[in-house]
């Protein structure tokens, strides 16, 4: 079944004839080679671009062989331009290529190509490509499936597409799998033998148990604030081990790289600034951290707080985790100094949204409690509580935006209510 990636394709259309190299870049197996060998060709095809002029070269595929060096892969795109019209390049798997560096910079002088190009996460980063292209490069992240990419494929109701979505994430590969197992299984092979090994052998690391068991406390944690201390300290308590902060640090530097996790980083609301004492990290897809912890942890609280937070990022926000001080008064009259956290910060140019994410709220006491961050905010900014149900948005006497999750992530504009 095809899905229609409209977010990404929105982005590569507009980026048509920039003059820019457009990387495709995202995690593996999220969908980046589908949406340009499929979904933003058909589309060239559509608006009367002659099939000619789009010259396409899958470097994985073993009849490619022979243009992995870059001389001979600039040679074959450049004999096949035969008029002055313009000629669009999909280039994948470009990390292959030996002295890919040197093929993009020459292409970029040849004025009536228009280039775009994915690689693996394992040698082709984003970062990379931003350092040796700085100026040069236009980066589109593709991320698993929305939730509600991910329902436009599914046959059933909204709940039951939430829960198998809590459970084994987007990753495109998953949606012709219907049963549980399998999906799992899938899961399963792939965070190890895909994700991980890339991480290894990119950068030559030999303890790898001890990798996959920081992988493992991180996608434990979700949800809560972590720093390389904490960790190292909480492997020299509960495992037994000793890892480094500066190891820890380094190896999270590569996770994040490979895109299997995200930092949202604390800001300080009244003060404006980022705290880096603590953040926190979620993952970029729910089904990879389920199979990392072997599927043994499901709390749907925390799972959620991810869920959103991937959401966000789709709809190409930028978040952070929000800390409000409060000072109050004891019965002595003492100055009391508490800290509340509200869950993200979603900052688009000169707005922001303070969000907190509440699984379910039980009584008045669960709502005052949910809402008093929000409260505390002394600004006129939007905030909003997202409850993990299906109710429709509407607002409290407080001005407080209160949205079920099931319409957040089906609406791209719920936030806009």
Known sequence: MKIERNLY?????GSRQNGLIKVVAGMRRSGKSYLLFNIFKDYLLSTDVDREHIIEIVFDDISNMGMRNAEAAYYFIKGRIQDDGIYYVLLDEVQLVKGFEELLNSLLHINNLDVYVTGSNSRFLAKDIITEFRGRSYNIYVYPLSFSEFYSAYDGSHQEALDVYYETGGLPGLVNMHEEQERKQYLSDLW????VRDILERH????????EELLRVIASAIGSSLNPLKLSNTFQSLKKVNISSATITKYISYMEDAFIIKKAARWDIKGKKHINSLSKYYFSDLGVRNAVVNFAQSERTHLMENLIYNELLVRRYQVNVGQVDLRTTDAENKTIRKRLEVDFIATEGSKNIFIQSAYHIADDDKMNQELRPL????????KV???GDSSRPWYDDNGILHIGLIPFLLDPQSLDF
Do not use: P
């Open 204 to 211: 030559r690391i030999k303890n790898e148990s001890e990798f």
């Open 375 to 382: 409260l505390n905010i002394k600004n006129s900014y939007k």
């Open 192 to 195: 190890k033998s895909v994700y």
């Open 385 to 387: 509580l997202i409850t």
């Open 9 to 13: 394709l929105k982005q590569l259309i």
